[in-house]
């Protein structure tokens, strides 16, 4: 099966948010790199250890656009909501090579209003 990046990142995304750890660590590279405000290039084994545990902390995380940007780039937009009831919008840069995510770099966005339809592009 030829799987499309934007396929592999939306799998992982699912992956993440059902906490299937055996289904998301053949999705990433062995030289995978994760870097967040939080996180400044860490691995694949600091991200499954630091990271992916983390989906009990919201309620709900919903992908609003997965795009691919040409080549090996897809950029995934999301909102989530905290269990504290706080709602956010982040963008991940997802670089996909060979089917294996390779490196995610994480663009926290600010706090959001109520739940809403997703914007459209112009």
């Not at 983390?54 to 691919?68: G, H, K, N, S, Y």
């Not at 937009?77 to 060979?98: K, P, S």
């Amino acid at each position: 099966m030829n799987r499309t990046p934007a396929s592999i990142v939306e799998a992982a995304f699912r992956c993440y948010r059902s906490q299937d750890r055996d289904a998301a660590v053949p999705l990433y590279a062995e030289d995978f790199t994760f870097t967040s405000p939080q996180d400044d290039r860490i691995d694949k084994e600091a991200f499954f250890r630091r990271c992916f545990p983390t989906a009990d902390r919201f309620t709900e995380q919903r992908l609003l656009r997965v795009t691919p940007a040409g080549g090996e780039l897809v950029f995934a937009y999301y909102e989530y909501e905290l269990t504290t009831g706080d709602r956010y919008r982040n963008v991940e840069a997802i670089t996909v090579r060979d089917g294996l995510i390779r490196e995610v770099q994480v663009f926290f966005g600010g706090r959001q209003p109520a739940p809403g339809p997703p914007p459209t592009a112009p």
